[in-house]
């Protein structure tokens, strides 16, 4: 396992990913508070989003990266925009969640221009490359089709599907408890002909 638990600040050709902070509650509150993204998403997010959502989940992240976990998280910011974050990845490497290791999302507005596949793609490079890991999960519920373009775009190998036993019956209508698991591993980064991220 490796010893760099900072997380770093990336950038892409359109993105720059830089660490959660506090001062990114209200954009989260704004962008995440949607149920066209949180209904795509574990059923430990809750719904309503809770007004102080933002600002629990940010402090509860920070409480354990300071508490010693492996946990990096970025916020996604357009290059050239107005500092706004937009998006966000998480990526757990140690973790064994039945969700896997990665959960992603981004604003409503920017879908759909392969921002989370040039985002996805940093990430990448950065466990592979940077923290040397050989291979990780991610997850996805089986109706999320963005997400497994998102996969299937940045590398990620089909290993089968299983059922999400913790779903709550709210999410359960809409996954129909099925999730797709992914693996990611080091020859398959950079397949999907996306260019990396440089590690700032
Ligand atoms: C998943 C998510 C992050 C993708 O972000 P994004 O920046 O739009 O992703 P990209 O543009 O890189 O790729 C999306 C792909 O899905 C495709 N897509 C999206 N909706 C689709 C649909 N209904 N049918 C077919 N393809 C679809 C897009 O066309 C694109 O593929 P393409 O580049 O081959 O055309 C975004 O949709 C999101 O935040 N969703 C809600 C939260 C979520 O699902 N998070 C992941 C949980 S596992």
Redesign the pocket.
């Known amino acids: 396992m490796s010893e760099i638990t900072k997380t770093p600040t990336l950038q892409t050709a359109r993105l720059i990913l830089r660490p959660l902070a506090l001062t990114d509650a209200p954009a989260i509150q704004r962008h995440f508070n949607?149920w066209?993204?949180?209904?795509?998403?574990a059923s430990v997010v809750p719904w309503p989003y809770p007004e102080d959502g933002a600002e629990t989940f940010i402090a509860r992240e920070l409480e354990k990266v300071a508490a010693g976990e492996e946990i990096y998280n970025w916020m996604l910011v357009l290059r050239g925009g107005d500092g706004e974050a937009i998006?966000n990845i998480r990526f757990r490497p140690g973790s064994d969640d039945a969700?896997?290791n990665r959960?992603?999302?981004?604003?409503?507005h920017?879908?759909?221009?392969?921002?989370?596949?040039?985002?996805?793609s940093a990430v990448n490079d950065f466990a592979f490359r940077t923290l040397g890991i050989e291979s990780f999960y991610?997850?996805?519920?089986a109706t999320?089709?963005?997400?497994?373009?998102?996969k299937?775009?940045?590398g990620a190998e089909l290993v089968g599907y299983i059922e999400l036993a913790h779903a709550s019956a709210l999410r359960s209508l809409s996954f129909g408890g099925q999730v797709v698991v992914w693996l990611l591993a080091d020859d398959a980064a950079g397949s999907g002909g996306i260019s990396f991220g440089q590690v700032l």
């Open positions: 949607n066209n993204i949180i209904q795509h998403l998006g969700n896997g959960g992603f999302w981004l604003a409503e920017y879908w759909n221009r392969g921002l989370m596949s040039e985002a996805v991610a997850c996805n519920a999320n089709v963005a997400s497994r373009r998102v299937q775009k940045t």
